[in-house]
């Protein structure tokens, strides 16, 4: 390599300017949740912030609740590791969001739901929501927090020396507290602040890495030429291009468009003008990480190559990635700037897990269990749900290093798993009204035994090796070629067993699918702003900024080809 002999440090001592920079950090996101922790609360303010949030601060919020550590070590490492293939679950975010404005935004609006289990409830049957509920929250604790603190322990540990386990307790306990004191408000507008360091830090590590191994044309001189090939072979083992195109989109749906923790910053919207318009911002934040969080993983393997396992031709430690090119190359200062941006990336994201998972357990089960529950109860009981998902999380952290080196494979992986049948039957639900809740709660248990089955025998595969022919098989085939299959069985299931059953009573769909959005909703009371749509002029400049959106994709697309 080029610049083999570039000589590394492995940690870095914190210098007083950057300790003074971290401790800027926690106090503002601290001001701000106490802030809002001493406004009247009811449930509709501490669940959705009063649904009066602009465009701007939703947009911030979308990108930050899904931006964490993880996605600093994780794409920095597939970078190392393959080059910018895993990018590509990147720009298809951008065009995934455009479909969660535009498609799904209006839906859950009308419909007045507080969360997608509720959705669920009003268009299929309340089995379906406790199903939805119940794997939410279990999948939160086992990959979304379990994988925040994996990433954090990792970074803080290689680029300050920091005890694994302390920072990850003292992080959880930090993000706990904001959380529960301010409710939704707090998350979104900390969300915010967070987003401006975490963009401010990851810009200048990029920056100066790129300068440092001679710009771009030095870079592509350093690393292997598919690095900068996004599409490949439907052979290829992690990144085929039919699993990216077919397979990625169906876990995409789920994640944006059906999952708590990422509706609920469009349910707080101000109107559906300023939920489409998030959207689009989102979007556009969303083709920054190819850049500033997966570039760097080439950068660091040009620059450092001596310090990457390569066996059979490929990376096997590439998590080492970001945190080798913060210690080798920021000075005082911007350290301390990007441990406060990798600090904003695991708490707004672990702080969205908290309050979405608690909004969930209040709401689709506690009220449930006690309908005339006061206001107070709801938000009261919603503190204690973010305090024990706190609990959990710590009490998971002595098991952080049991997660896969690959780290963001591991994630996408299980998810997909769990997706395909959940986005069946949003998709699906909205598009038939012949579709009932038979169908759905049997398409979703289908869904569940094949994930469950492929993630077990891909989990004893490592311990045994199997030797029989339909086991390779299924533990063999790519994880998003997989989802293809789980998503056309699960439809398969829903439209089956629907069939089989009476059609659901054309009144109770009103506004909830296509045929029947413009019906008079059959709920309590609407809160009469979403049913507010776009001006004119707003939807003109939503018209425009998606058309812009769409053609700087695709154009990046094509020339990463």
């Not at 706990?176 to 900390?190: E, Q, R, S």
């Not at 900024?545 to 990046?556: I, K, P, S």
């Amino acid at each position: 390599m080029l610049f083999a002999s570039a000589v590394a440090v492995t940690h870095r001592t914190l210098a007083t300017i950057d300790l003074v920079i971290i401790g800027i950090y926690f106090a503002l996101v601290f001001g701000i949740g106490f802030y809002f922790s001493r406004k009247e609360r009811t449930s509709e303010d501490y669940f959705l912030a009063s649904r009066n949030v602009g465009w701007f601060a939703i947009g911030a919020s979308l990108f930050v609740s899904n931006i964490s550590t993880e996605h600093f070590i994780g794409l920095a490492g597939s970078g190392a590791t393959s080059g910018l293939p895993v990018g590509a679950f990147e720009w298809l975010a951008c065009l995934i969001l455009l479909i969660l404005g535009w498609v799904f935004v209006p839906f859950y609006l009308r419909s007045n739901v507080f969360t997608m289990p509720e959705f669920l409830e009003r268009r299929f049957n309340r089995h379906c929501a406790t199903y939805l509920a119940s794997i939410s929250v279990i999948a939160y604790i086992f990959t979304k927090i379990s994988v925040h603190l994996y990433a954090a322990a990792v970074v803080l540990e290689r680029v300050v020396g920091w005890s694994p386990l302390t920072a990850a307790i003292i992080l959880v306990v930090a993000t706990g507290i904001y959380t529960i004191a301010g409710g939704l408000a707090a998350v979104i507008y900390t969300d915010l602040v967070q987003t401006l360091i975490l963009l401010a830090g990851a810009i200048a590590l990029t920056v100066i890495g790129m300068d440092k191994v001679g710009g771009f044309a030095g870079l592509r001189a350093a690393v292997p030429a598919d690095y900068f090939h996004m599409v490949k072979p439907m052979s290829h083992a992690e990144f085929p291009w039919t699993g990216i195109f077919f397979g990625a989109p169906i876990l995409g749906i789920w994640y944006w468009c059906t999952d708590q923790v990422i509706v609920q910053r469009v349910l707080s919207a101000k109107d559906e003008g300023h939920a489409k318009a998030g959207t689009i911002f989102a979007g556009f934040l969303k083709i920054s990480p190819v850049f500033l969080l997966v570039m760097p993983g080439l950068i660091a393997f040009a620059l450092y190559p001596q310090l990457f396992k390569v066996v059979g031709g490929h990376v096997t430690n590439g998590d080492i990635a970001y945190p080798t090119l913060i210690v080798n190359l920021l000075p005082a200062g911007l350290v301390g700037l990007m441990i406060a941006a990798l600090l904003a990336a695991l708490m707004g994201a672990m702080s969205s897990v908290f309050n979405s998972a608690s909004t969930m357990v209040t709401l689709d089960f506690y009220k449930k269990f006690k309908p005339d529950a006061t206001e107070r109860q709801l938000v009261f009981f919603g503190r204690l749900a973010t305090g024990a998902m706190v609990i959990l999380g710590i009490l998971w952290v002595p098991f952080i290093h049991l997660l896969s080196s690959q780290l963001y494979i591991y994630l996408q992986s299980v998810q997909g798993y769990i997706s395909p049948p959940i986005a069946a039957c949003f998709i699906f639900g909205i598009l038939w009204p012949r579709l009932n809740g038979q169908g759905a709660i049997s398409s979703l248990l289908v869904g569940f035994v094949l994930g469950a089955v492929r993630f077990i025998f891909e989990l004893l595969d490592k311990t045994r090796h199997y030797d029989s022919g339909a086991i390779r098989w299924l533990v063999d085939m790519n994880f998003l070629h997989y989802a293809i299959l789980m998503f056309v069985v699960c439809t398969l299931v829903l439209v089956g067993v629907s069939m089989m059953y009476p059609a659901p009573e054309r009144r109770k769909l009103a506004g909830l699918t296509f045929a029947t959005v413009a019906e008079k909703l059959d709920t309590a009371e609407v809160h009469t702003a979403h049913l507010q749509k776009e001006t004119r002029t707003e939807h003109l400049i939503n018209v425009a900024f998606t058309g812009v959106l769409l053609a700087t994709v695709v154009g990046l697309w094509f020339y990463f080809r």
